[in-house]
């Protein structure tokens, strides 16, 4: 059953350049993962500072294994220590 994660995070402006390449590496660890299908990032017009990467994946369990992976935590814990949050996930399947 292929899963869609949409992914929402709020970006300060005045991290967007140290944010940028910490996402820039976690999309190229992504690309590689096995049953990673493709994905698209948003902006969302009516709050600048908050954007929705849409991620597709071909099964529930190749999402787990990428998310518990040690690579991607780490990159993700300083993703969140900029943002002064957690990233927010929700999983849907299609």
């Known amino acids: 059953m ?6 929402k995070r709020k970006v300060q402006s005045e991290s ?3 944010l940028t390449i910490l996402l820039k590496r976690l999309r190229a ?3 590689e993962q096995p049953g990673y299908i493709s994905g698209e990032t948003l902006g969302r017009i009516d709050k ?3 954007c929705m990467v849409i991620s ?3 099964s529930v369990e190749d999402w787990n294994t990428w998310v518990n992976d040690p690579k991607r935590i780490e ?3 300083e993703i ?5 949050e957690e990233t927010e996930y ?4 299609s």
Not at 2 to 7: A, D, L
Not at 90 to 93: Q, V
Request: proline share 0%; net charge neutral.
């Open 56 to 58: 597709s994946w071909r």
């Open 2 to 7: 292929t899963v869609k994660i949409f992914i």
């Open 16 to 18: 967007v350049v140290e």
């Open 48 to 50: 600048k500072d908050e």
């Open 90 to 93: 929700a999983m849907y399947s």
């Open 75 to 77: 990159i993700q814990t």
């Open 29 to 31: 660890l992504t690309l």
């Open 80 to 84: 969140d220590k900029i943002l002064g």
